[in-house]
Each structure stands twice: as C-alpha cells, then as structure tokens.
C-alpha cells in the first residue's frame, strides 16, 4: 500500500503552502508565528507531486494580511496562501513584492547609521533579472532577500 | 519660480536629474567667472565634520566664505560633547539645523546624511558618509570636465585604478551616464568595477570597455581619471608585478588627444609621475580648486533663488 504523508487539516486560519524547502523555519520567525499561543503545525521537506520537496506551515485562527502576503514574496515568491474556514479555502493570495518593506529586516551592512539611530529600517525592492534586490534606503547598498540573516 | 534645487537636501548624486546637474556645474562656471562676495550675507551654515576630512572641510569652509556667509562647526566629533555624551546623530543634528541655514556633514557612517535630512529643519549637504556617497566630489569633477572640454556629453572617459571601492569613481560614472559618454575601466581584475554599476550602464545602453594595463586606451581620450591602486590589498610581490601597469608618467602621454585632462580626487600617492604636473594634461590640481566652485553653487541654489532653472 501506498504511504500517504497527513497534515491535520485546520477548521479556521491560514496554511501558507509551496514554501521552498528551507524556507519555512525563516518564515516562522520573520512573522513571529511561533509567539503567542496560536496552534501552528510545520511540515519541512514533504515531498510534491513533481518530485521535489516544500515547507508548509498552518496557523490556526489566524488570517494573515495582503501586507504580510507580500512581505512572504521576498522569502518565498512560489508560496500559496490560502485562508481557511470551516475547513475549506475561502480566499487564495496571490503574492505580489511590496514596493518597499520598513522595520521588519536589519541591514545586512554593518556601518549602516540605521542599527544606532531611532529610525526603522527601510529597503526599496526591486526585481531585477538576477533576482530580487533589497537596496537600504540609508546606505544605498543593494541585498538579495538571502543576504539577511538576522530578523527582528 | 525657485530654482529646482532651492532649500533641497543634497545627499546622493542619483537624487539629482541631468538638468540639475547641468544648472550646478553652470553656476560654478558663473561663480568662477563673477564672484559673489555678498550673496550669502546674513547667512549661518554649520561646518559638521563627524569624522575628519581636511581638504574637504577647508572646501566647504572656504565656500561659505567667499559668498559672505559665516560658518559655525566642529573639525571632528572627538573634541566635541556630541561625541563624549552619547547623545544620537538625530538629536544632534535637530538641535544644529536650528541654528543654521544650511549645514553641511561628514560621518564615518553610511547613510548619516540621509538619516541627518530625516531630522533637520535646514537643508543638509552631504560632505561624504562612509564609504556610501560624496556628491559633491562629483559635482567638482563634472565641473572640471565641463570646464576643460565645453560639455559634458558624450565624451570618452577612462578610469584607472581602484575601482572596486572607490566611491567617487562609482558617482562620476553614474553622473556622466546621464551624458551618453563611453567609458573605459583600467583596473586589475580584484579592483575591477562593480557589477551593480555595469549593470546600470548596461539598462541604460551605456558604451564600456575593461582593461588591466594602461597601454593603448590613452590615444583616444578626453578624460582620464586616475585613482590609486590601494598597496594594502596585495601582497607585495604582487603589488610591484601589478603596479607598473597603473602608474601614468609624462612618456605615456605623447600621442594623445590635445584636449585631454587627467584628473584625480587626491591625494596622490604614485600613481601619476611628478613629470606629469608640468604636461599640459595634468589637472588635478585645478579640479581640487574647483571644489570650492561647486559648493559655492551648491550653497548658492539651496539657499537663494538668485539663479534660475537653466
């Protein structure tokens, strides 16, 4: 027989799916997902139908924004959102890169006057034909989403 | 009507348009041609030297003062309290611009200057932030080259040297972009010039060749722009293998175009032969003096209306 991999289905919330295997931890804490007493249940490296492996993550009770949606696209621009009620998918986001993203990420330069001044950070995005690249608003240096290893 | 850059931060070269480039390079080349003892009588502007840059203080100084104005302000932040109490950038910088017209800084940090515009009631002019920007070296430089050749269009720019750090080089090139310029980039091959500015020449449609020995690039030159070839990221057996190939002596010069100029930020260390200075292709030395001609432009359109829109 067949082995059938289960991911308990949720009855209210959000199931972020088709997270690039790897992914998935990092988005956890990007959106803080474990704080608070939500029921999350993760699943690393489940294997698709085309043969390759992805992260999916289900919150319970929780209904994430079009803004946190389009944040997810610098971490994982082939992810689904789907919102949940009742057990079924009421609404898909499409995910869309955000024109700019502030007090989320700390700037991977190290000189940068924005890790000592009262400021958020804030980086312009921009799709170019090697990626996605995060240019700091102070600085002026340019990152690839992957350049950021701390999150706040 | 104001002058588009009237009461403006001037923080990035890439904050300012081709037209507001040419209308800066045309009021140096008017100051330059009809001093204004009195244009900014009256005026305060705030000399903030954070980290210590001494020509470029003198600069800016000296500017202030041959429009009249006064200039209040600190060396370096190290004899000073903003330096001892802890006190943030943003603070100091709001309590400063209420007691200046203008003000222009210098920060070890990238994005200082920026930061500083977030917080000020007067406009901020930046003197250099880390290794980030230094507009108003640009601004010098394409006066000199406006200066020397009559224009700033599509002209054949080579530069030589560090090109990977050098902030001033990165600045130009994009400012004579704008201009439809071709360019020419000597460098060896761990100082190269950086993708992200080949890109950007490469979106724009921009002519560019790469080199690694000054030999044959000269005959066909306008501008050279020399910068020195930093010894510390070598090693020695390769920096004197590597150095010849970088260094411009007054024998390499025959042969080329009659207008050409070589310039250089400065300080020079020896990558251009003293023989050089006596050629009448050498530079330098006039485009450091222009610096004052550019910041009085600078200070001239962000603090009066005195000279239009071109």
Known sequence: MKKQLKVEAIEHGTVIDHISSGQGIKILRFFALSEGNKRITIGLNLPTYAGENKDLIKIENTVFSQQQANQLALFAPNATINLIENFEVVNKFKLALPEQIAGVLLCPNSNCISHNEPVDSRFNIKQEQAGVKLKCHYCEKSFTATSFKELH | ?310
């Open chain 2, 1 to 310: 009507m104001s002058n588009p850059i009237y009461n403006k931060h001037i923080i990035s070269i890439s904050d300012l348009s081709r037209s507001e480039l040419e209308l800066i390079v045309s009021t140096a080349n008017d100051l330059k041609q009809n001093p204004r003892p009195d244009l900014l009588k009256n005026k305060v502007v705030a000399s903030c030297f954070f980290e210590a840059s001494t020509r470029t203080r003198l600069s800016f100084e000296t500017a202030v003062q041959r429009l009249g104005g006064s200039v209040i302000g600190f060396p370096d932040s190290g004899n000073t309290s903003l330096g001892k109490k802890g006190e943030t950038l943003a603070d100091s910088v709001q309590v400063i611009s209420s007691y200046c017209d203008a003000f222009f800084m210098r920060h070890n940090q990238e994005g200082a200057a920026r930061l500083a515009s977030e917080f000020s009631s007067a406009p901020v002019i930046n003197g250099g932030d880390g290794s980030n920007q230094h507009p108003t070296q640009t601004l010098l430089d394409l006066f000199s080259i406006y200066e020397t050749q009559g224009t700033l269009e599509k002209l054949q720019v080579a530069f030589v040297g560090d090109l990977k750090y050098g902030r001033t080089v990165h600045s130009l090139t994009q400012a004579l972009s704008l201009f439809d310029c071709e360019f020419h980039f000597i460098a060896p091959a761990a100082l190269s010039m950086p993708d992200y500015i080949i890109d950007e020449l490469k979106a724009k449609g921009c002519k560019y060749t790469l080199h690694d020995h000054l030999d044959g690039v000269l005959p066909n030159l306008d501008i050279l722009y020399m910068t020195r070839v930093q010894k510390e990221r070598f090693d020695e057996t390769e920096y004197q293998h590597l150095k010849s190939s970088f260094i411009l002596n007054a024998n390499m010069l025959e042969g080329v175009k009659e207008n050409l100029k070589v310039l250089h930020p400065l300080p020079r260390i020896d990558e251009i032969t003293t023989d050089v200075d006596s050629t009448p292709y050498a530079y330098y030395f006039q485009q450091a003096k222009n610096g004052v001609y550019a910041r009085q432009a600078l200070l001239a359109l962000v603090l009066t209306n005195e000279f239009g829109d071109k």
